[in-house]
């Protein structure tokens, strides 16, 4: 098109168009995460809320109703305000997350978990009722937990930007890790205030164990230096050596005949403490990811308008003979200067269009690059996911005998579990 033409029609879409929707398109995409932190850190509060009601129903449940009863309430009362919470930081975002879907996975699982608060009355009513089982009750808040630690999941899927990707996967493998912490609280109770732990008993212990520990290396690789120090100060407490002793007394079947009951009371009290330490943990994790919001918001804006200023000097219908440059001030603005330039905009003197251009273009394959370990971390535990999926469905057996059977076949193979995974559930595409 020449010239004339372009003058005659002057909203031909242009390079610098799509160049400046690119930059707006990354703007979104930061302003959603500014949104979504309010979401991610009012779930964290709400699970935790969950967790504390459910090891208060637990016990009430184990004591047949003579402990706890009080304390319970007062956590239902709680949990009940930590859902209006969610449900607020839910419906400022609902707009952006409806009107413009970043991901339907997402969208789904925050069905699901509403669902999920909406079938809570009923559930509590059963154990006021004493009308369901210890191991009942741990199942049914653990679905309605999962349900929320997936949107936080999902959330992570649809990050863009590296260091905000990494910081929400090292808050979702936390709070799995802390839910599984959670669970072992609950199947501790049961065998100690028993007296003894059974085979399956034993091996849910085991499991459990051993799923928080990849929960937590995965945590560690991916949180900033602030949450690890805080984690490794809590794994240096005292109280874990006391939990750990703990442990093997219920994961060594055979070796003890009986144990004191009294044990019950010490070990609830002794993970409900860890769980407490988790959470802070976690906040710390949610508020470096909020501060990395609030600091890749503004880098975004001040890069979109220098962009937008590189731009405009261009005058892209009247073309020169020789390759148009953008002229750029390099006066006193030494700070504005160095942001363009780690930005890749422009440097002194002399940009193209096309400069501009592949200039974005090698940011965002170093972006697309860094997400990788990332995407991978998130992928694996999808994957992980589907094969259990799989094995419950073809053996007909529950969710955690078929943790223990992946477990087992990467043991016997010598491999990986999310190598074990990912061929299972290739084997299982392929006999479709």
């Known amino acids: 098109m020449n010239t004339k033409q372009q003058q005659q029609n002057p909203k031909s879409p242009t390079a610098a168009n799509f160049l400046i929707a690119s930059r707006q398109c990354e703007l979104m995409n930061l302003q959603y995460f500014l949104q979504m932190g309010k ?7 709400l699970v935790h809320g969950l967790q504390r009601e459910r090891g208060a129903s637990n016990v009430f449940l184990g004591s047949s109703g003579e402990k706890f009863a009080g304390e319970r309430e007062a956590m239902i009362l709680e949990s009940d305000r930590l859902a209006e919470l969610f449900e607020q930081a839910l419906a400022e975002v609902q707009e952006a997350l409806t009107a413009h879907p970043v991901s339907s996975h997402l969208l789904n699982h925050l069905a699901t978990a509403l669902h999920g608060l909406q ?40 990050a863009v930007d590296p260091s905000l990707a990494g910081l929400l996967v090292a808050m979702v493998h936390l709070m799995n890790g802390k839910e599984f912490c959670g669970q072992e609280r609950a ?8 007296g003894g732990f059974d085979s399956a008993l034993s091996k849910r212990m085991t499991h459990l164990v051993e799923a928080q520990e990849r929960c937590f290396e995965v945590f560690v690789s991916f949180a900033d230096h602030d949450s690890r120090a805080l984690w490794q100060t809590l794994r240096s407490h005292d109280r874990e050596t006391e939990i750990e002793r703990l442990r093997q007394l219920g994961c060594s079947v055979g070796r003890y005949k009986t144990l004191d009951s009294g044990l019950a009371d010490r070990w609830f009290s002794l993970m409900s403490e860890r769980m407490d330490e988790l959470k802070k943990v976690e906040d710390a994790v949610e508020g470096s990811f909020h501060t990395r919001c609030v600091e890749r918001f503004a880098e975004a804006r001040n890069s979109l308008a220098h962009q937008e200023t590189l731009i405009a000097s261009l005058d892209e219908q009247n073309p020169p003979a020789q390759p148009l440059l953008v002229l750029c001030d390099s006066g006193d603005d030494v700070r504005s200067g160095e ?10 003197f002399g940009r193209s269009i ?10 965002l394959q170093q972006m697309t690059d860094e997400l990788q370990s990332a995407k991978e971390a998130l992928e694996d535990r999808r994957t992980q996911e589907k ?25 016997d193979q010598g491999k990986k579990l999310p190598e074990v995974a990912r061929a299972l559930v290739s084997m299982a595409d392929v006999l479709k």
């Not at 199947?187 to 028993?194: D, H, I, K, P, Q």
């Not at 094969?387 to 043991?411: F, G, P, Q, T, Y």
């Open 39 to 45: 979401v991610v850190q009012s779930i964290s509060n």
């Open 119 to 158: 079938q809570l009355p009923a559930l509590r009513a059963q154990v006021a009722g004493q009308a369901m089982s210890t191991a009942e009750a741990t199942e049914a808040y653990g679905n309605l937990i999962h349900s929320l630690i997936t949107v936080v999941f999902e959330a992570a899927d649809t």
């Open 187 to 194: 199947v501790g109770s049961a065998g100690f205030s028993s």
């Open 339 to 348: 942001a363009w330039k780690s930005e890749g905009v422009g440097q002194q």
């Open 354 to 363: 096309f400069d501009l251009v592949q200039e974005q273009t090698r940011r």
């Open 387 to 411: 094969a259990v999926l799989l094995l419950m469905e073809h053996r007909k057996i529950d969710n955690n005998e078929a943790h223990r059977v992946l477990r087992k076949l990467a043991m």
